[in-house]
Nanobody, 115 residues
Framework: QVQLVESGGGLVQPGGSLRLSCAAS????????MGWYRQAPGKQRELVAS???????NYADSVKGRFTISRNNAGNTVYLQMNSLKLEDTAVYYC?????????WGQGTQVTVSS
């Protein structure tokens, strides 16, 4: 069974950077959407950034200009470059890959921004 494996989370000071990666453990056919979501304690999961099959990115207003979503050429790995991190970016980050067959979710990776 295909799983999404996330990496790159951790503890960083305000203003710092992290790069999250999400790779599929197997082949996923007909991917049309890749995204990153986050959930902070006591809050609902929210969209951070997404990218379509055509390469069109979309960002939450709170991260525009600071975060960049990208994918590899094979289209089975999605990245989230996070710069100028703020305290309010602290959350568990989840990747989401959608294919015509079904959606997939990663297990989540903790990002903590703290001084």
């Amino acid at each position: 069974q295909v799983q999404l494996v996330e990496s790159g989370g951790g503890l960083v000071q305000p203003g710092g950077s992290l790069r999250l990666s999400c790779a599929a453990s197997g082949s996923i056919l007909s991917i049309y959407y890749m995204g990153w979501y986050r959930q902070a304690p006591g809050k609902q999961r929210e969209l951070v950034a997404s990218i379509t099959r055509s390469g069109m990115p979309n960002y939450a207003d709170s991260v525009k200009g600071r975060f960049t979503i990208s994918r590899n050429n094979a289209g089975n790995t999605v990245y989230l470059q996070m710069n100028s991190l703020k305290l309010e970016d602290t959350a568990v980050y989840y990747c989401n890959i959608r294919a015509t067959s079904r959606p997939y979710w990663g297990q989540g990776t903790q990002v903590t921004v703290s001084s």
